[in-house]
């Protein structure tokens, strides 16, 4: 598996969604449907799968593709595997919404609309029964969706597939967010499974906070615990004797734990299982513990013969380590504020687009959210090229720059703003800036994009901060055309209540309420293999490999 590297990271949302200057882009790229519109396509690390051998290695492995049009939709997202490579040894799952083509190794799977551009595909892989270790083939992904295309470098995308025969440790995922309520001691429920081919002999389990705000208790001898940011921050435990076969689980005599303080926001825990081969490099000091011993204690009966390859290897490591969010009950959250608006084709009308605080606590922080400067919140709006701006708020003005993220829909040079607030804003309230704008042309479902910064914690939502304001106008006289739901935390439907002291915005108290959640690749959503069919959830990073 290589060195298990503690690392102090701030999610990919966070990094794109921080106000600084190094991160914002240039506002006069390519809008979301004009002619050239693109994305990438990420393909994942490679994967190893075990040989079938006395009824182990049965299970799918996700090979993972990620997908990303920043800033605009993906209408129509369609992907075609070919897994000519694997043909006498490994063998594809096939996902809800996929079709063979030709034959089993190849497949035409439709995913639908992307409202956000993010994604994420996966599809199954497996051994085939009697394949040999050391056989090795790539399956190559090609994304495609209606409105654009992929901006390749020219090589293939494609994850390798090599099948092994060996140990291969897993740790079970606590999931997306666990709860771990401030002023409180948590328990991890962690379980080590060998899904290999053979024993694995000598084990190591590290749990670590990531945000310096949770600490990690316990004093056992056979454990070295990490102390970084004037607190226990880490701890990875040594089992040199234990002999996991494969199909075994073993837990925790004591299960390792993290500790928030009282007060304590969201934070998230990094958690994973190696074999004694895998060492800790981190920034802190490393010092052993100095009570008693920890035990792994089997959980099930064995399943399957033990083989003879090499119990300290590990033949594959995407199974190995996760990071889950930690929910304190206390969270400095923000939202977009999108909605629709149904207008006329040469009329004006009120275009209302702000942040909400979806939050546990007061955004009170005054921080630099970009130009032109300090804020509580800045909104950030992209009207399309097809309406004329005709009236902008007293605390909005053009934007030179932007988060990365923020486009309008249709052809043309879009119309940015920035909306910059001091205003406090208690949890459920938001704050929303009424534009005029007017249609120059029957439009359905063309779009504002709204990204919204703000002094948020490492545990926070980022998918809400972008949302979009919808425009549908008709010619005067016709129908007005359906509206299409927004993509934000909340729809901007109606005038907001009290005014509020930064100028040119309304203040209002929405109640806590829930979050949107469109169904289909909504925000930074993944699609990843579960029992053979596709899903969606929340994107959420493993660990990195050393």
Known sequence: M??????????????VLTATTGLFVGLTVAPATAAGARFLVEPDFGRTVPVRADGNGAAYRPLDVYFEAFGHELLGVKVA???SALKGFAELALPRGCAYTTDHLHELCSLGDSPSGFGTFAVGVRATVGAVAGRHGDVRFKVTARNATEQSSGAADSVGVTVGDGPDLA???LGDEIKA?????????????????????GVSVFVHDEYQIATVPGDFSNCSYETY???????????PDAVVKPGETFVLSTPLAVTVPAGGHADAVYYGVGTLADGATGEGDWAKGTGGVLSLVKAVRPQGKAAVPDPGTDIDDRNNRYTTGLDTGIVADASGVGGTLNGTVGKVGKAIVGVRNTGTVTLSTLRQVGDPGEGTAAVYVSFPAEVAVTSVPSACKTADAGPEGLAASGDGVPHPYVCVTRQVLKPGQQMVFTFGIKPLKV???????????AAEDNGANYDNNVAKLYINAAKAGAKPTTPAPSSGSGAATATASASASSGGGSLAATGGGSDTTPMMLAGAAAIVLGAGAVVVVRRRRVGEHG
């Open 81 to 83: 595997v070919d897994g």
């Open 443 to 453: 439009l359905s479902r063309a779009y504002a994009g709204v990204v919204v910064l």
């Open 181 to 201: 309520p401030a002023g409180s001691t948590t328990a991890l429920p962690l379980q080590v499974t060998n899904v290999g081919s053979s024993d694995a002999k």
């Open 171 to 173: 740790i079970n995922d």
């Open 2 to 15: 290589g060195r298990i590297h503690i690392r102090r990271s701030a999610a990919a949302a966070v990094a």
């Open 229 to 239: 940011a004037g607190a226990r921050r880490g701890v990875i435990c040594t089992f």
